[in-house]
């Protein structure tokens, strides 16, 4: 595969630049300490745990389209419900609300359902040339 700007073959599918770019981190750490006061001698001990995932720069400038969440929008409605139990213009206010939060989640729902595949596919379709920077698409036949 040969960049179509500059026509360098060191060229990559983003799918794997994204990956070789993407590390998973899991460590665990043990602490103990002590020491000494008027009051006495004591001391501790601790056992932490981290996990996540660590990208480069690179991978973070060929990372495929995501999904949208609906999280928040969710929690919008929790609290429209409970403004429901208060005076008329909190019940106005949390109609409104719950409203608007189901309007976002109908819109949410149908990217993810009708345009996120498409934009997925495309992007497992693209290049990136390690020599002039340049995203390309190329579909194969």
């Known amino acids: 595969m040969n960049c179509l700007k500059c026509g360098s073959d060191n060229c990559q599918r983003l ?3 994204y990956e070789s770019g993407t590390q998973q981190i ?15 001698v004591g001391g501790g001990a601790a056992h932490t745990t981290t996990s996540g995932t660590s ?32 005076g008329w213009v909190l019940k106005l206010l949390g ?10 989640m109908k819109k949410i729902l149908s990217y993810n359902k009708d345009e996120f595949p498409t934009k997925y596919n495309y992007w497992l ?16 036949d």
């Open 26 to 40: 899991n460590t665990t750490s043990r602490t103990v300490g002590g020491g000494v006061a008027r009051a006495g």
């Open 125 to 140: 379709n693209q290049w990136m040339c390690h020599k002039c920077g340049d995203i390309y698409h190329k579909e194969f």
């Open 15 to 17: 799918e794997v630049v």
């Open 95 to 104: 109609i409104g609300l719950i409203g608007f939060a189901v309007y976002s």
């Open 55 to 86: 990208r480069s720069t690179l991978a973070n400038k060929a990372a495929p389209p995501s999904k949208q969440s609906i999280g928040m929008f969710v929690i919008m409605v929790v609290i429209g419900i409970f403004m429901l139990a208060g």
